[in-house]
């Protein structure tokens, strides 16, 4: 278990599923009280967390909108008085070719991938400057050093994250605040279950089952395969690491 968790606080976006309820969940194991922000019903989170013996509640909110934010923010202060650790997990993974894809597309998937990541991190970075402790981790995507088609906008979106991360790490280092990237591969969650294949896949499964040929671990990818990750980057053994970007992809991009 890493160390420095006990009865702090995270806010988790797309906590509801998949990987955002699997980051939920271990750091409650790990003496965190959960804030899950999502669109989706998260009453199956909520019940993990505190079978785990940890205070936790859901708010609705839409990370695009700066007002749903912002009254996420102040539902999440209210309730726990205090935000110390900040994951933004909420994303979409669509598919569309380039030349059919429209600027509807593009603001749809930067909107949600990376103003969300923005504004949730600009709504709690405040309290934790004043306590002059806190830990952001983001979410980037192994698409970054892949070779994939059909994903410009959320390759866009995913490349502003890390862009964003190393930033803001500078940023906010004098204030005690660490900012870190975690860079999954293709993993089996509710949300790349959603999607349709690539053309060349009969099924999700067959995708996944050829990504993992990729990897110098040879098997698909799990939300409980990045759970240490994010535990480890939210505690104190993380202290003097910021602005980097952790690949968790079963050894498929080396960096």
């Not at 003496?31 to 999502?38: L, N, Q």
């Not at 110390?84 to 909420?90: E, K, L």
């Not at 050093?145 to 190393?166: I, Q």
Request: hydrophobic share 50%; aromatic share 6%.
């Amino acid at each position: 278990m890493a160390k420095g968790h006990q009865d702090k606080v995270a806010v988790i976006t797309g906590a509801a599923n998949g990987i955002g309820q699997a980051f939920a969940k271990r750091l409650a194991e790990d003496g965190v009280h959960i804030a899950i922000a999502d669109l989706a019903d998260a009453s199956e989170t909520v019940k993990l967390v505190e079978a785990a013996g940890r205070q936790a509640i859901a708010v609705a909110c839409d990370v695009a909108s700066e007002s749903s934010v912002a009254a996420m923010a102040k539902d999440v202060q209210g309730n726990f008085n205090r935000v110390d650790i900040v994951i933004n997990c909420a994303g979409i993974f669509p598919q569309h070719d380039f030349a059919a894809m429209t600027f509807a597309d593009w603001r749809k998937v930067l909107s949600i991938n990376l103003d969300g990541t923005f504004l949730v991190t600009a709504a709690f970075v405040p309290g934790m400057r004043a306590r002059k402790w806190g830990r952001v981790v983001n979410m980037a995507s192994s698409t970054l050093g892949s070779v994939v088609t059909g994903f410009a906008h959320y390759v866009a979106s995913k490349g502003g994250v890390v862009g964003f991360t190393r930033a803001l790490a500078s940023d906010l280092a004098a204030d005690g605040i660490t900012v870190n990237a975690i860079s999954p591969g293709l993993t089996r969650s509710p949300g790349t279950l959603a999607r349709k294949p690539r053309a060349a896949f009969a099924s999700m499964e067959d995708e996944f089952a050829f990504n993992a040929t990729l990897q110098a671990i040879k098997r698909v990818e799990v939300p409980d395969d990045l759970v240490g990750a994010v535990s480890f980057l939210t505690g104190d053994d993380a202290a003097f690491i910021t602005g980097q970007t952790l690949n968790v992809d079963g050894g498929r991009v080396r960096g």
